[in-house]
């Protein structure tokens, strides 16, 4: 019976053997366990990062405003720009605008009757020149005055010339010696009643309209 049996007798010592040896066997060290410290996110939210192309908001800035030196090449603008909608906007204190026309009365120089009248000063032509009764004083006057007032330049001596015959009742010549004049007082006076006189002169002679000057009466 031994003999029919041996081979599971070997089979019983061989698995014996095996568990034995598992066993005896040395155990391998184990591997420490590694404990992460849980890091919570900061509540702050992070700013969104713009694109290049994009235009940021200004950020406030904390120096004074007291300074006098300009802002002009700084990248924000402390001034709002009027709009037509604003309470009290006018168009001609907005820096775009340039208002080429004088602000004042051109004629004031020639016509001061609202100067005093006081010659104490000695000042020449006298303040009071403009009352002068006799027509060649007057005239002396005028050109004197017109000298002190713009230099002494060709136009100022076209504009007496034209006054002096004016003082005393010459005609004027032709439409091309009015028109010479109208140049002149247009040039020391820039009104726009001579621009348009003299516009309309020019058309007339353009369509060859006959113009006849009548005798001026002295005042």
């Given at each position: ?6 081979h ?79 309470e ?110 003299l ?20 005042p």
């Open positions: 019976m031994l003999t029919r049996n041996w599971w007798i070997l089979a019983a010592f061989v698995v014996i053997g095996i568990g034995g040896f598992q066993i005896l066997r040395p155990k391998e060290p184990l591997e420490p366990i590694k404990i992460y410290k849980t890091v919570m996110p900061d509540p702050k939210p992070i700013p969104a990062q713009t694109n290049e192309n994009e235009t940021a908001s200004p950020a406030p800035h904390g120096h004074s405003h007291d300074h006098p030196h300009p802002h002009d090449t700084a990248p924000h603008s402390h001034a709002t720009e009027p709009t037509t909608t604003s009290g906007y006018d168009w001609r204190d907005d820096s775009g605008f340039d208002l080429s026309f004088p602000q004042n009365d051109p004629w004031a120089g020639i016509y001061p009757e609202d100067e005093p009248t006081d010659n104490a000063d000695g000042t020449y032509p006298p303040r009071d020149w403009y009352k002068t009764a006799d027509p060649a004083l007057y005239i002396e006057y005028l050109e004197a005055q017109l000298i002190k007032q713009f230099g002494d330049i060709p136009e100022v001596h076209t504009f007496v010339a034209y006054e002096e015959k004016r003082k005393f009742g010459i005609p004027v010549k032709d439409a091309g010696e009015y028109m010479e004049f109208l140049k002149v007082q247009y040039a020391l006076w820039p009104m726009e009643e001579t621009r348009k006189t516009e309309t002169l020019e058309k007339r002679i353009a369509e060859g309209t006959n113009i006849v000057f009548r005798s001026v009466e002295a």
